[in-house]
């Protein structure tokens, strides 16, 4: 994966970042640096532990993600949901990963917050941006918690 020029963050500014996470009801806030329209999407994501991403795929689109803070481990599933691969990204192992399109994935934040950067070529359009697992809870849906809990389970290994 090429290294990536990731913009600088004050302190404050992550910290400030981090407090609109915790009081968001997705328990998670980006910081999105790209215009609209623009052919490379730049973002940073500001991430607590209990933050839940309903597994998807990108269909035409490598994601590539760079971790600036924390831990996490990137879940990678088959099509019907079973989980096939896990990666941690800590600032004492690998710092980035790179995501192929159509690949099944989510995040399991294991550290109290995570914050990524990330890159992605092509244009943002929210109906075709990201595709959602069918064989996942919907992030609104009051079910995601034993998901999520099971999911936390499947990454017991990396929790020191």
């Known amino acids: 994966m ?6 600088e963050l004050s ?3 992550i910290e400030a970042f981090l407090l609109r996470a ?5 328990r ?3 910081k999105i640096l790209h215009d609209t329209g623009a ?3 730049k973002v940073f994501n500001f991430m607590m532990q209990d933050t839940y991403m309903q597994p998807h795929l990108h269909e035409d689109k490598v994601e590539n993600i760079y971790l600036i803070r924390g831990s996490l481990v990137v879940l990678f599933f088959d099509d019907k949901g079973k989980i096939e691969k896990t990666s941690l990204l800590s600032k004492h ?3 980035s990963i790179e ?3 159509l690949n099944w994935h989510t995040y399991i934040m294991l550290s109290k917050n995570v914050v990524t950067y990330e890159t992605m070529l092509g244009k943002y359009d929210p109906k075709t941006w990201k595709q959602p697992a069918e064989w996942a809870p919907s992030e609104n849906l009051s079910e995601y918690k034993a998901y999520l809990s099971f999911l936390r389970e499947a990454c017991t290994k990396y929790l020191i």
Request: no cysteine; hydrophobic share 20%; glycine share 0%.
């Open 2 to 7: 090429k290294e990536e020029n990731i913009p």
């Open 11 to 13: 302190k404050e500014n």
């Open 22 to 26: 915790a009081n968001s009801p997705r």
């Open 28 to 30: 998670r806030h980006p």
């Open 39 to 41: 052919e490379l999407n």
């Open 93 to 95: 192992r690998k710092e």
């Open 99 to 101: 995501i192929p399109a």
